[in-house]
């Protein structure tokens, strides 16, 4: 005789396994000694935009300058660009046939360039392509940790489309991370914080309004 099955069923969630496939990571870290090395940062960003009057790429207004920084920037760019690298090493590992997944040992090849945004700045939709990695780091968000009306933050599309948001636009996965499945997620600036993520992530930087130069540093990391 068959046993009458319940039409609905109370789910424990904590029985819900979920596994999280094809993560994109981006990684957040804030340097320990970023107020003296954010001061050097502003005193020779200022000293070139003295003399070099920039280049565009995707910066919708502002200054941007040449992707020779760590050449130019001087004792502090060197510091930046040590503190980057690490990042860069403790987020990869190489495969070997013999050894399996083992730390970096190599030499990353670099390039990185300065963004300084005036007010009603941004910059368009863009990805890196021909580096692993890229970085940002923030040597004044422009006051948008106090105000978050200055704007000017990261935004980075789903990479998988808006497939979720298309089907409708009312539906949302309630899993931890998955909230913005179709849609954008941003990261707010804060001085003094660096952040990494895969180099084909496309990402663009909302229009900026607020009353003092926005300044960051961006990196790229190859081999």
């Known amino acids: 005789m068959s046993v009458p099955m319940p039409q609905k069923l109370d789910l424990n969630p904590d029985a819900i396994q979920i596994h999280n496939f094809f993560v994109t990571p981006v990684a957040s870290i804030v340097h320990p000694h970023a107020e003296p090395l954010n001061a050097q940062?502003?005193?020779?960003?200022?000293?070139?935009?003295?003399?070099?009057?920039?280049?565009?790429?995707?910066?919708?207004?502002g200054w941007q300058s040449t992707s020779d920084f760590t050449t130019w920037g001087g004792e502090a760019a060197q510091a930046l660009l040590a503190?980057?690298?690490?990042?860069?090493?403790?987020?990869?590992?190489?495969?070997?046939?013999?050894?399996?997944?083992?730390?970096?040992?190599?030499?990353?090849?670099?390039?990185?360039?300065?963004?300084?945004?005036?007010?009603?700045?941004?910059?368009?939709?863009?990805?890196?392509?021909?580096a692993y990695w890229s970085g940002v780091y923030w040597v004044d968000d422009g006051g948008r940790q106090a105000d978050p009306a200055v704007g000017g933050d990261l935004e980075f599309p789903d990479p998988r489309g808006?497939?979720?948001?298309?089907?409708?636009?009312?539906?949302?996965?309630?899993?931890?991370g998955c909230l913005t499945?179709?849609?954008?997620?941003?990261?707010?600036?804060?001085?003094?914080?660096?952040?990494?993520?895969?180099?084909?992530?496309?990402?663009?930087?909302?229009?900026?309004?607020?009353?003092?130069?926005?300044?960051?540093?961006?990196?790229?990391?190859?081999?």
């Open 41 to 61: 940062l502003r005193e020779v960003i200022a000293q070139r935009m003295d003399v070099d009057p920039g280049t565009a790429h995707s910066n919708q207004g």
């Open 83 to 130: 503190f980057a690298e690490s990042l860069a090493n403790q987020l990869t590992a190489v495969h070997s046939a013999e050894h399996g997944l083992i730390e970096p040992t190599f030499e990353w090849k670099h390039n990185a360039w300065v963004n300084v945004n005036l007010p009603g700045d941004y910059n368009d939709l863009h990805g890196h392509p021909g």
């Open 162 to 176: 808006m497939v979720p948001s298309v089907y409708n636009p009312d539906l949302r996965m309630r899993i931890e």
């Open 181 to 223: 499945a179709g849609y954008s997620t941003t990261v707010a600036p804060a001085t003094g914080t660096f952040i990494m993520f895969p180099s084909w992530l496309m990402h663009s930087v909302r229009r900026y309004n607020g009353t003092r130069p926005r300044i960051s540093i961006a990196f790229n990391f190859g081999v």
